[in-house]
């Protein structure tokens, strides 16, 4: 990749000790039409699913039972707990998920009645409604994709199904990135963004395999999607069980067309034997690649453990490509690569530098760019 060529990398302060889990929330809600929405389910999981706290995980089995005075309920204990502690990285985590909650909450009572109807008499126009709800607001795919199995649309219909299948050919999944950008046009406002999005997934998936012919028009399309991040999180590094490296300091650019668009300095965290983490928020402003500068660093030197980039409850960066200054030694196990790769624990799947090294690591959104 060819742009900015110098920025500090980020942290985050995160998770003492914490042991994560993947968010499979499973939607509890009462009805007669429920359970045969998820009886016909094989994935447990969704491409968009987020890793949690553990201590959060009876919040997030109030909040998929849409109980979000119980999910207040429980935040507000585990926010004394906090105080308790000390713990000014889990206070921060807890009056952010509380502003979040109060916001769905206020969401979801703007669609009671559609959810009654969803409810008591599977109505194809409430299950559209309600299935956008848990995709787009509440970052529930799975359980949204199943409710727009049965909405008024029979376009959507047959992409959500189709999605629900998890295609695993380049074909399949390109066709239904396809399905996607076709439903998509026909939306407006939040829904638009994120059918978009969801192609987008499906056609980064599927793009390293196709050939050029197939990737031609479909490379066409993915350059009209505008990306903008609501925040973005660095999660530090600490070479395992060495312990011996971590980035310290770093600057974070967005860039648009090889220009940067936005840049911040961030100072990140470290602990020596769990993942740590910084956050932004940058303006909305349209980008195409994001590009962390390493600035100072601990020990050895410095690397990161992933990058993600959120636009609402989708991380735009998961599994695009990388390519960095250098990485240590030219050894694959510390490519740049691992910036995208879903793996935030600082102990495996992590970007060295060089000793005693500055540098940088660039995520390229549309896949362009490819590093050996």
Partial sequence: MILSPTLPSLHRPDCCQRVVMFSLVLLLLSGPTLPDIFAQ???????????????????????????????????????????????????????????????????????????????????????????????????????????????????????????????????????????????????????????????RYWYMLARPRLSAVDRLDRDKQLSFIPLEADKIVIWNQHNGVNGDRGTLACVVTLLYQGKPVWRQSVRLPWLLDAPASATVKPPHVRFDQVRVDVTNFRGRGGGLGEVEVFDGTINLSQNCSAVAKEYFEENRQFHPRHVTDGDKSGATGYWLLNNGQQGWVLIDMINYLQQQ
């Avoid at 199995?149 to 695993?168: C, E, F, G, M, W």
């Fill in 41 to 199: 389910t094989p994935p447990v999981s969704d491409p968009f699913d987020q890793e949690i706290p553990l201590e959060f995980s009876e919040v997030t089995k109030a909040l998929s039972q849409n109980n979000y005075d119980q999910a207040l309920k429980l935040l507000s204990a585990l926010r004394k707990d906090a105080l308790k502690t000390r713990n000014k990285t889990l206070q921060t985590e807890i009056f952010a998920k509380i502003k979040e909650v109060n916001r769905l909450k206020r969401e979801f009572d703007k669609l009671q009645s559609d959810y009654e109807a969803m409810k008591k008499s599977n109505d194809p126009e409430a299950c559209r409604i309600i299935g956008n709800f848990y995709c787009i607001e509440k970052g529930d795919w799975r359980a949204g994709l199943h409710l727009l199995t049965r909405s008024n649309s029979a376009d959507l219909r047959k992409t959500a199904a189709a999605d629900l299948k998890r295609p695993v050919t380049p074909e399949e999944q390109a066709k239904l990135a396809d399905a996607w950008w076709k439903v998509a046009s026909e939306e407006k406002g939040k829904s638009r963004k994120a059918y978009f999005l969801r192609g």
